[in-house]
């Protein structure tokens, strides 16, 4: 058995459903800590939603800091008599690793930490300084994790300059695609407003659901950007409506939708408020409107770190992984608003969140192996560029 495979098991076993890390998190640190990484704890949140969280980090003596990034905490495990086996019991069917989180993410955490050892045993004076940046509140509502300690690290200016996030990125093999960026998320709660009446009597109410269904056409119809080179246009979405009491001669008071923009860096949170606004302005519709900003878009284009992960992967594989923007929201979002490089390389995702999450075994050392040489190629641009600048 690998060292990774061993320290995914180890991981797995330990039960941490958001926002408990599960002693994981002091697993990760009794292994960095002999590596020389300065390990500080940091539990943040209210009592009832305690959420523990890592920064370890190792100077290099080029001033230059590479970070991997994750989270320790998975989602529940869902009805227990429908997995083929205990969820935290790491189990080996048909060549594969079975258990929450083998997946999202313990099997990339586990890379990441045999990677820094096998980086750190060939060069253990590294140009580049290493750092790790986890939480055990990523899965939840994301509140006291990974957002919280950028904001401190910005203070203290020690903010990374790369970032690789261990997110489950890949389809069909590790490494096929990398996550360069993501789409942002606004979402909206939105209340029409009418007068509520007897339904054989329309002209004594004011029907909030036929008001608002020419306003909602047109907010699905509107095109808001176009999309860019990384990203496909921003998309608006209702996710929930409800009006009415219940009754079927109600004519109802007023009627709730819950909608969602996922947006790219073509448009931006305010303009797409105001015209959201411009909209229902437009129709005559007396309403409430409340804004979430779940999370700004970003994006790392083609640079010293995507070429790094990208020649790397080419290494390890043999395969040219695609570059992509698609899918959900992750910490990745709160990283690059201080880190200029922020990239997001894990194992296939096709199982994640669901009953009998798994990984085929065969896609576990070869991403530790792309770790490893993304930390050999970065060290070696720092050494060349420590040089060049204290040349006299």
Known sequence: MSQTLRLAEQLIALPSVTPNDGGCTALIASHLSPLGFACEVIDLGPDDFKVRNLWAQRPGSSGQVFAFAGHVDVVPTGPLNQWHSDPFTPTHRDGNLYGRGASDMKTSLAAMVVATQEFLALHPEPALGLAFLLTSDEEGPALDGTVRICEMLAKRKQTPDFCIVGEPTSVHKTGDMIKNGRRGSLSGKLTVLGIQGHIAYPQLADNPVHRAAPALAELASTLWDTGNAFFPPTSWQISNVHAGT?????????????????????????????????????????????????????????????????????????????????????DGRFIAQTCPQVIELGPPNASIHKIDEHLAVVDIEPLKNIYRQVLVALNQQCLRSHQANTLP
């Open 246 to 330: 219940g009754a079927t001669n109600v004519i109802p008071g007023e009627m709730i939708i819950d909608f969602n923009f996922r947006f790219c860096t073509a448009s931006n949170a305010e303009s797409l408020q105001q015209r959201v606004h411009q909209i229902l302005d437009r129709h005559g519709l007396k309403y409430r409107l409340e804004w979430t900003l779940g999370g700004l878009p970003f994006l790392t284009t083609p640079g010293s770190l995507v070429t790094v992960v990208q020649e790397a992967i080419l290494l390890e594989t043999g395969m040219q992984t695609e570059l992509s923007t698609t899918g959900g929201t992750s």
